[in-house]
């Protein structure tokens, strides 16, 4: 299990967070186009290589913070905000379970609660994609 | 003749008749005796004897038979990974009889026998051997198709394994965690002195030895090796520092040194406990050899895996001796040289009586002498070295005649290799090593370059060389280990951005940070290992098995290549080669000597095959651990047990569904008054000046104006526009409020409000606290549901006046003070939703039923939940809506204020509004009412679905079924008449409702 | 669209096999002690194909066999990075079914299903494929009433899956633990009884000598370093062993999907996130159908090798790594001993991973692109297996006739930009 450096509690085992997903920035709803828009919900870098993420400290701090990790290795670096781009934002497109890169995993469920519990939220997604066996 | 075919003639009991005097290192107990049975049979045994050394003293050869051809098998290692000596014991399959201690009365079987291990008729495969080539299966039944079930039923019952019970009581043993600086995996010599040097160099050491005693091959190494075990042990047992593992396998290194290591039963050493054989050397000196032989009483068979997030991994597994590969190779009596020297040293077993050696090494050598000391007749010695080969091996049950390299044919009944090793690389593989091969040593070695930091090499897999210069080897890598771990510990926490800007900030702790680096002493100097010539022996003249487990021989693997399945990945998934219980420990490096030969490429152009975790096999309760599966309860929970509440598990929770009759429960609430236990109901305290920026930013509605003590529903919607909870939330002051969520939703709400507030509203003014199980949550409701309200409550004026629907009061309930009252409901009645501090919620939900029951009132569950807010048409978020609902698809227009700036989801919203908006969530009911449509009954319009029924009931009230159900926008329109397919396929007329709610669509009930 | 109609003729465009597979064929050899030729041939890689595939696995195999076989094009070229079926195709659990939740996808594996059944027969290979049914558990109303949604559109696309009680589970597996004081307690199973497992490499190789029979071009260890892209259409392939003029590339990779697509400039909604599976030492067979549990994100069949295969659902976290971790045994463990309390004692063999390409809607991404002749097979999250058949002969047909078979019209790229997502995805966010 890697070690997460949370930016308030020091490193933990990945297992106390939800990971949230790339750093996306989200783009003005007023001026937004559809292709802007879905863009920000759906389109990922994917990057096979160090990648600027958003982790939640569910079962700790509860802080979300950012954190660079290599997608092959899975190495962590910590991040400063010169070095992330769209500083601010973290990937607010969905909470677990939803619309959001979390979404995307079909693992999630209902976040918060871990384990069975808390997938029973994402029951069906299980039936079609978690356990697609 | 064997001593148990023998005792059969007597009639009397098998007698171990191949014991030996006592041997220096033996780890019997020749003073505790036991027996056990075998395939019916008692046996004797000592204490100390593994299940095979036991029967093997007893004369006996056959423990198992094979895969395919279901050929006699016997000791081929003599230990854990003895691929014929897998037994079943009592209920547990698969049991590693050459490694698994006898203890009394031990009921163990033969596998894969039938009828019998001396009589299998499945032999007569052995005949059809010639075109049960590997693969033949892929070839032929093919035709009929119909018939493949009957052919699988064929090949089904050749499988080669123990059989599981399913009376097997549940075991879901402990687990533990530990932190140590510097985990060795193996506990021979260069472990133990890897171990002793970093536990001197300060560091905590957990020590790992797979097998009873640590020592490795010094254990069997005779007088000298004894008395450098004993040496190597009191420095083991000198250091506290030192954990000793032993009977216990590294299975696998993850990411970041966590390292599953398994402790094994039975009878893991009681601390302390001293090893028999005590007397019997230095072997067993202290606690540290206190190997599981001295548990006693021994406990069942159990497993126990650690957890270890060690700072550095130093690995010292030793080396796997290699079979060889040859006709006859597995026949029982053929052994290689460690094993003879086991069965010898440390179980006082002779191995057999006329012995021919095939010699490569200096292990083959001290083999030949060991025999001739238990007294075996050494026929012949071939020295591969000198050009010395065994061609072949025959005989039936076992070993009879071997025909060696000159072509004489020597009559024997033991052939004893030694043609080299293989080096376990698994743990390496896990930390990015590519094993590179060496043509001169005749086997792969670690690409140490490709290691990372955290993860140290010493012993025989990385070289060779005498136990001095192995033990300075291992003795530099210990102390290196050790200077690495407070690097290491200090990289993981400055990988932290607090600490990391903490430590650039204050000087003082740069300062501390460089002085620590400065401080710490420079690598140490890690002397090289020799590399000795070997001869690469690997396949001999003639065929022969590689994977023993799934006989697969060198044949089948030619014949892959011949087909195509030409890498070395691609012949073992075509063979099976690799893929059985032994996981190519045995058998990988001729495999890929086999493929290499075949396709003209070199060993080191072939490739070796990447080992997969777990290094060892590990039983499902070990790996689970206990469980840890929590539920949640309400304060109520022991009065709905006491009053017979019919549980429901939704998520975490366990509900009451209902009491009694649901319908009863539904039709009590619209004539008197039911209170129900809506703890569950998520629940945020919101605090802040910004909080209602919050609100219009996660609602679709708008809450810029909620007055202090006004309640107002809402919806909230991911950003693509699809419904995500629902809920109310009050305002109980200038900057304190209250939301309530679905139950389910409630952990999802929190941490979305913390997203938005910590990653794009950093700026605003909200604290927000969970307080869903600070509050016991109960809904009164009823057409008498304010007079009991009046009865409970003080300091809350209940008239319809000062309390009018969607507003909220602070009060106190039943004496209890600091409660919040709602008047919301759910069920389309007037009512309120108390929530009171939950250490008195039985206290208040008693009160309610006590000074309620001349109104009637009467808990009721959320069964009947479900009907009244059915038949008031209340949706329920994630079953009248799913993962594609957008808000407007689930009849909110009412709420969705598109002149919002912004909120969560806003421009998917406007673009469904202006591109149509497609389903629909609509009332409907059968035109016969006394049909309930199972939920998720299909609409059909024209043989194509049109939508789904999400919800359906009967209706107390009405005296009727009614729906909620998700149709195309087309057929939304009161009035449309559809047809829905039942499960039945029974298809009935159903008709939309003008509105949701099929009672009180104007909410007159509510407002009162 | 006749091709998709009947599918893959076997008359059209065969060529003799090498050796034709039989028992007589293996018993003559037997007893001759005659090898079996070569079952693909391995030719020098041409720097010019009509259609180059990246990716040797079942999809990509399959869509160069059904372009032979169908359309008669056989100057394609397979590259694979690894071995052949190295990828997921090797790596998966090997389980197949059409109980999906939506008309578009339960007619989609439906059509697999059927072409699954033929595939020894088309292909004169064993691929082992046994129909022994497909259970799935419900551990609560709403994965119950989930279940009846799906048997119900399953019914009306005329395939065979029906919501059973505990009582018809217990019979079906008699391990499982269907008592009501189970923490999850069984209510139900969606029951389908085409679903079953099949031998997955014996996929891989049989469409692979197929292919190669029909004269397709197998390069394995080849991989695929660059994409050509000129005035917006596909003009070649650069290789680890040299540059292929091309002017249509099929990406049906997966794990790797994204860096192929980005090679020639086309975004893909797509995150890797690595599925883990395990298998068990052999024990005597004591389960003949394959169970799935979605509350407990496990799923559970044994081969006819005894061993037990469990599968889970995709990592936590995005990552390209197949190193596995020790938390995925732990929790697979736990959740299958909360099925069948009786397994304790069963021991795990063996544990790897696979790279799955998720997409938002758990349905894969299908057919042309902006960019002309690049065309994708990808997105096939943790299903990509069952699919490998139909989506094989969809691809071929797309590129042998240029348009889109209306079997994948639902599956294409352009859904995400416009805000149409399949509803597959309906059933993944079905709370409580």
Known sequence: ?133 | ?1008 | MQASANGHRPGRGRTRYPARYSAFGLLRRGLVQQEWPPAWRSQPMKDRYDVVIVGGGVHGLAAAYYLAANHGITDVAVLEQGYLGSGGSGRNTAILRSNYLTPEGVRFYDRSIKLYQRLAADLDFNVMFSQRGHLTLAHSDASLRTMRWRAEVNKIEGVDSDVIGPAEVKRLVPFLDVSAAARYPVLGALWHPPGGIIRHDAVVWGYARGASARGVHLHQNTEVTGIDVADGRVRGVRTSRGDIATRVVLNATAGWSTLISDMAGVAMPVQTFPLQAAVTEPVKPFLSTVVVSGTLHVYVSQTDRGELVFGASVDPFTSYSTRGSLEFIEGLAGHVLELMPALTKVRVLRQWSGLCDMTPDFSPIMGRTPVDGFLTDVGWGTYGFKAGPVAGEAMAECIASGRTPEIIAAFGLARFADGALVGEKGAAAVGH
């Open chain 1, 1 to 133: 299990m890697i070690l997460l450096p949370c930016a308030w509690c020091g490193p933990r085992d990945a297992a106390e967070f939800q990971h949230v997903g790339e750093v996306v920035t989200r783009p003005d709803p007023r001026t937004a186009t559809p292709a802007q828009w879905r863009a920000y919900l759906y389109l990922r870098a994917n990057p096979r290589g160090w990648t600027v993420e958003t982790w939640y400290h569910r079962m700790g701090c509860r802080r979300f913070f950012k954190v660079e990790r290599h997608t092959e290795t899975n190495e962590v670096r910590p991040v400063t905000a010169a070095e992330v781009p769209g500083a601010a934002a973290a990937g607010v497109a969905g909470p677990a379970g939803a619309a959001g890169p979390a979404g995307m995993a079909g693992t999630a469920g209902t976040a918060g609660t871990a384990g069975p519990a808390g997938a029973a939220g994402a029951a069906g997604a299980a039936g079609t994609a978690g356990a697609s066996g």
């Open chain 2, 1 to 1008: 003749m064997s001593a148990r075919a023998a005792a059969q003639r007597r009639g009397s009991a098998p007698v171990a008749a191949m014991r030996l005097s006592p041997q220096p290192g033996e780890v019997i107990d020749r003073s505790r005796e036991l027996s056990f049975s075998w395939n019916g049979v008692e046996y004797p045994a000592y204490h100390g004897d593994t299940i095979i050394s036991a029967l093997a003293a007893a004369g006996e050869r056959v423990f198992s038979r094979s895969l395919k051809y279901h050929r006699p098998r016997g000791l081929l290692t003599a230990g854990f990974h003895d691929p014929g000596c897998m037994v079943q014991v009592g209920d547990e399959p698969n049991v590693r009889g050459a490694h698994r201690l006898v203890s009394g009365g031990m009921t163990v079987g033969s596998q894969n026998t039938w009828p019998s291990l001396r009589f299998d008729a499945k032999g007569v495969n052995r005949l059809a051997g010639r075109y049960l080539t590997a693969g033949f299966y892929y070839k032929t039944f093919m035709q009929p198709r119909a018939l493949w079930p009957a052919y699988e039923g064929v090949l089904r019952r050749f499988v080669n394994a123990g059989s599981v019970s399913p009376d097997t009581a549940p075991g879901r043993p402990e687990q533990r965690y530990a932190h140590p600086d510097v985990l060795v995996a193996g506990g021979g010599p260069a472990g133990m002195a890897a171990a002793v040097a970093a536990a001197r160099a300060g560091a905590h050491v957990m020590l790992v030895e797979e097998d009873h005693q640590l020592g490795g091959h010094l254990r069997w190494g005779g007088e000298a090796g004894l008395a450098a075990l004993g040496e190597l042990a009191a420095q083991v047992a000198a250091e506290p520092g030192i954990e000793v593992l032993t009977d216990a396998v590294v299975l696998g290194r993850y990411d970041g040194n966590w390292i599953a290591v398994l402790e094994r039963g039975p009878g893991r050493p009681a601390a302390g406990a001293a090893a028999p054989g005590d007397s019997a050397g230095p072997v067993a000196a202290g606690p540290v050899a206190a190997g599981p032989v001295a548990a006693s009483p021994v406990v069942a068979s159990t497993e126990r895996l650690v957890k270890a997030r060690a700072k550095t991994l130093v690995v010292a597994p030793g080396l796997i001796e290699r079979p060889y590969v040859f006709a006859g190779n597995d026949l029982p009596g053929v052994m290689l040289s460690t094993a003879v020297r086991r069965l010898i040293n440390l179980y006082a077993v002779k191995p057999g009586e006329r012995a021919v050696v095939l010699t490569a090494n200096a292990d083959g050598d001290a083999a030949v002498a060991d025999l001739k000391r238990a007294g075996v007749d050494i026929v012949r010695v071939e020295d591969a070295r000198l050009g010395g080969d065994v061609v072949a091996a025959s005989g039936r049950g076992g070993v009879r005649a071997v025909e060696v390299a000159d072509g004489t044919r020597i009559l024997c009944d033991l052939l004893v290799t030694a043609v080299g090793w293989t080096a376990p690389t698994a743990l390496l593989n896990a930390s990015g090593d590519r094993p590179v091969y060496s043509a001169r040593a005749a086997r792969f070695f670690p690409d140490l370059a490709r290691l990372s930091d955290d993860v140290l090499v010493t012993g025989g897999i990385a070289g060779d060389g005498g136990l001095a210069e192995l033990t300075q080897h291992a003795t530099a890598i210990g102390t290196e280990a050790a200077r690495r771990t407070a690097r290491i510990a200090r990289a993981r926490s400055l990988a932290c951005p607090a600490s990391a800007a903490a430590a650039a900030s204050a000087a003082g702790t740069v300062g501390a940070v460089a002085a620590a680096s400065s401080a710490e002493p420079g690598p140490v100097a890690i002397p090289g290992l020799p590399v000795d010539a070997h001869p690469e022996l690997f396949a001999g003249r003639t065929h022969g098995m590689v994977d023993f487990s799934e006989d697969v021989s060198s044949k089948d693997l030619l014949g892959a290549v011949a087909e195509g399945y030409d890498s070395v990945e691609l012949a073992k998934r075509f063979t099976t080669a690799t893929m059985g219980p032994l996981q190519g420990k045995l058998e990988t490096i001729n495999a890929v000597a086999i493929v290499a030969s075949a396709t003209g490429q070199s060993i080191a152009e072939t490739g070796t095959t990447t080992w997969r975790p777990p290094y060892a096999p590990v039983t499902l309760g070990a790996l689970a651990g206990p469980a840890h599966q929590p539920v949640r309860y309400s304060p109520m929970q022991p009065w709905h047990e006491a009053h017979g509440a019919a549980p429901l598990v939704a998520g975490a929770w366990i509900r009451p569904d209902r009491y009694g009759d649901p319908a009863a429960e539904a039709r009590n609430v619209r004539e008197r008054v039911g209170i129900i236990d809506v703890t569950p109901i998520g629940k945020l305290d919101l605090r802040g000046a910004d909080v209602p920026r919050l609100l219009n930013l996660l609602y679709v509605n708008k809450w810029s104006k909620l007055e202090i003590g006004r309640v107002r529903y809402g919806v909230m919607c991911a950003e693509d526009g699809v419904v995500l909870d629902d809920g109310v939330t009050g305002r109980l002051g200038a900057e304190h409020y209250l939301m309530s969520t679905t139950s389910s939703g409630a952990a999802t709400i929190w941490e979305w409000a913390e997203n938005w507030l910590q990653t794009e509203h950093p700026d605003w003014q909200v604290h927000v606290t969970p307080v869903t199980t600070a509050y016991a949550s109960i809904n009164v409701a009823g057409p008498r549901s304010r007079d009991l309200i009046e009865r409970v409550t003080e300091g809350v004026d209940s008239t319809n006046e000062a309390f009018p629907y969607m507003h909220v009061r602070t009060g106190r309930i039943a004496g209890v003070d600091d409660c919040v009252l709602w008047r919301i409901g759910f069920t389309g009645e007037l009512s309120y939703e108390l929530h009171v501090p939950a250490g008195y919620g039985l206290h208040v939900w008693e009160t309610l039923l006590e000074r309620g029951a001349d109104l009637g009132a009467a808990p009721f569950g959320v069964e009947a939940q479900r009907i009244l807010r059915l038949e008031k048409g209340h949706l329920i978020v994630g079953q009248d809506t799913d993962g594609l609902t957008r808000a407007f698809s689930a009849g909110l227009d009412w709420a969705i204020k598109l002149d919002k700036d912004d909120f969560a989801g806003k421009p998917e919203l406007a673009w469904q509004l202006a591109g149509g908006v497609g389903q629909r969530l609509v009332g409907l009911q059968p035109a016969d009412g006394s049909v309930v449509p199972e939920e998720a009954s299909q609409i059909i319009d024209d043989g194509r679905i049109a939508g789904r029924i999400t919800s359906s009931r009967m209706s107390p009230a009405l005296g009727r079924s009614v729906c909620l159900a998700l149709v195309d926008g087309r057929f939304a329109e009161p009035g449309t008449v559809l047809t829905v397919r039942l499960p039945s396929g029974r298809r009935i007329e159903a008709m939309v409702t003008p509105q949701l709610a099929h009672v009180d669509p104007d909410g007159g009930r509510m407002r009162v």
